[in-house]
């Protein structure tokens, strides 16, 4: 588990400070408090274990299947590496598509808030995870997976045209979703050391980002009129089936040494990983539905998913 870097305690601040920056205040100042620099935190430098697990079993695409059951302990800790390789790739490609929607967000707003502060920290976490993400694959021997080419291509048009509570709902899906599944990676012993740590690290600032994503998702959407929240809530849709389809690369099998086809066909049926994902989305659907972004249009997308 990493260490925090910890810097002074804030001495207080002027009084005067709007309303709608008390939340982007508590952040600033938690992030003052409990930051990481993952280049120093996580071990780089010993070699890969592969006696662990790249992520908890259970979090594994085929685990469950009659698939699961035929193959040896290495090659079932080989494909969770590969997962969770593909899982941080998938991260490093929507943290980017992050940082230019909250960057073109405050681009106009007064840079000496403490608004545009957050934005400006939490883009700086972004950047130091997405480097993490990264140099965390490539030592777990994974190549660098990508999305597919649509998946690709709607990722530049949605980081273009998405804006206010769009593109916060649809940041914090993806920040959600993998928070369940990195606390449980996080805490598992099976799993290789370094991969903990970054897994420690992630949790504990997106934490931060989600917190920033909810509020400022509540106060876009607040006066908005029924249409607005139609629209919203089918673009928020269609991007977080994009995002959450897209974490397991289906090249994961084939570099693990399995049958790609096999595994793809028994992976798509795989009723307990459905479970696991609906059952680390029932908190982000409450906040979905009580924001009204959980529309029949909105759910199809969602089901399709497997998210509820």
């Known amino acids: 588990m990493a260490s925090s870097t910890v810097r002074p305690t804030s001495q207080g601040h002027p009084a005067d400070h709007p309303q709608e920056d008390d939340v982007a205040r508590r952040l600033l100042d938690s992030a003052a408090e409990l930051a990481y620099d993952p280049a120093t935190e996580v071990d780089w430098d010993t070699p890969l274990d592969r006696d662990f697990h790249g992520a908890s079993p259970e979090w594994c695409s085929l685990y469950g299947t009659a698939y699961w059951q035929e193959l040896t302990d290495a090659q079932r800790k080989e494909l969770t ?6 899982v941080a790739s998938t991260g490093i490609w929507f943290e980017m598509i992050l940082q230019q929607m909250v960057l073109r967000d405050v681009y106009m707003k007064n840079p000496a808030s403490d608004e545009v502060q957050w934005a400006l920290t939490e883009i700086a976490e972004e950047c130091r995870h997405s480097i993490m993400f990264a140099r965390g694959a490539q030592k777990l021997g994974a190549p660098a997976y990508r999305p597919k080419r649509f998946a690709m291509e709607l990722g530049r048009a949605f980081k273009t045209v998405a804006f206010g509570e769009a593109a916060y709902a649809a940041i914090l899906v993806a920040e959600e979703v993998l928070d369940v599944m990195q606390r449980d990676w996080m805490r598992d012993e099976r799993v290789v050391p370094f991969v903990r740590t970054i897994n420690n690290i992630h949790v504990v600032e997106e934490s931060r980002h989600m917190k920033f994503a909810r509020d400022q998702t509540t106060k876009r959407l607040s006066g908005a009129g029924p249409l607005r929240r ?14 959450v389809t897209s974490m397991v690369n289906p090249k994961v099998y084939a570099n693990a040494g399995l049958d790609e086809k096999r595994a793809l066909a028994e992976a798509k049926d795989n009723e307990h990983h459905k479970s696991m994902m609906r059952s680390s989305c029932s908190g982000l659907m409450e906040f979905l539905a009580s924001s009204r972004l959980l529309t029949k249009p909105a759910l199809a997308f969602y089901k399709r998913a497997h998210l509820i």
Do not use: G, H, L, P
Not at 81 to 86: H, T
């Open 81 to 86: 590496r590969q997962e969770a390789a593909s």
């Open 230 to 243: 139609r629209i919203n809530a089918f673009v928020v849709a269609i991007a977080s089936y994009y995002i």
